[in-house]
């Protein structure tokens, strides 16, 4: 199921980021990774990652991993402490169903987009709202782009 909502906003605070290029394996670590960090802070993640991919080359996806926290920490070489993340203006999927067809419904974005004539100005920001890992057809996830609010 698929719900395309227009002005709508993103906006989460104290956010640990991560970005690179990686294969899904190498994600995974350093989710991990990033969790015994949060830990080892004596912070707590207060709220599903978001996540942006900018690319996608090969095995590899170059993308970001944005984790909400209950406090601020300290930024590492490999994780930027991010006081917020605010998209306004954002046109909005809201998905649910099994995350494979994510993909379909970031193409019927994308075509609302166009056939809107708006001009999108960020990627895709994906929250999952909840992941069903008895029943993945229950798991929702909206992705934000944010648009241009000027009329050109």
Same mark, same amino acid.
């Given at each position: 199921?698929?719900?395309?909502?227009?002005?709508?906003?993103?906006?989460?605070?104290?956010?640990?980021?991560?970005?690179?290029?990686?294969?899904?394996?190498?994600?995974?670590?350093?989710?991990?990774?990033?969790?015994?960090?949060?830990?080892?802070?004596?912070?707590?993640? +207060?709220?599903?990652? +978001?996540?942006?991919?900018?690319?996608?080359?090969?095995?590899?996806?170059?993308?970001?991993?944005?984790?909400?926290?209950?406090?601020?920490?300290?930024? /590492?070489?490999?994780?930027?402490?991010?006081?917020?993340?605010?998209?306004?203006?954002?046109?909005?999927?809201?998905?649910?169903?099994?995350?494979?067809?994510?993909?379909?419904?970031?193409?019927?974005?994308?075509?609302? +987009?166009?056939?809107?004539?708006?001009?999108?100005?960020?990627?895709?920001?994906?929250? /999952?709202?909840?992941?069903?890992?008895?029943?993945?057809?229950?798991?929702?996830?909206?992705?934000?782009?944010? +648009?241009?609010?000027?009329?050109?």
């Amino acid at each position: 199921m698929l719900e395309i909502k227009e002005n709508h906003e993103l906006y989460a605070e104290r956010l640990l980021s991560y970005r690179g290029k990686v294969t899904q394996a190498e994600l995974e670590l350093i989710a991990k990774d990033m969790e015994n960090y949060i830990h080892n802070m004596s912070a707590n993640r +207060i709220g599903n990652a +978001i996540t942006a991919t900018y690319a996608i080359e090969g095995d590899k996806v170059d993308i970001e991993l944005l984790i909400p926290l209950d406090k601020s920490v300290a930024s /590492t070489d490999a994780y930027i402490y991010k006081d917020q993340i605010k998209i306004v203006n954002a046109v909005v999927a809201s998905y649910k169903g099994n995350p494979i067809g994510l993909r379909d419904a970031c193409n019927s974005l994308n075509q609302y +987009i166009i056939e809107h004539e708006m001009q999108p100005i960020t990627i895709g920001y994906n929250v /999952t709202r909840k992941m069903d890992m008895i029943n993945p057809d229950n798991t929702e996830i909206d992705v934000y782009v944010g +648009i241009n609010p000027n009329i050109l």
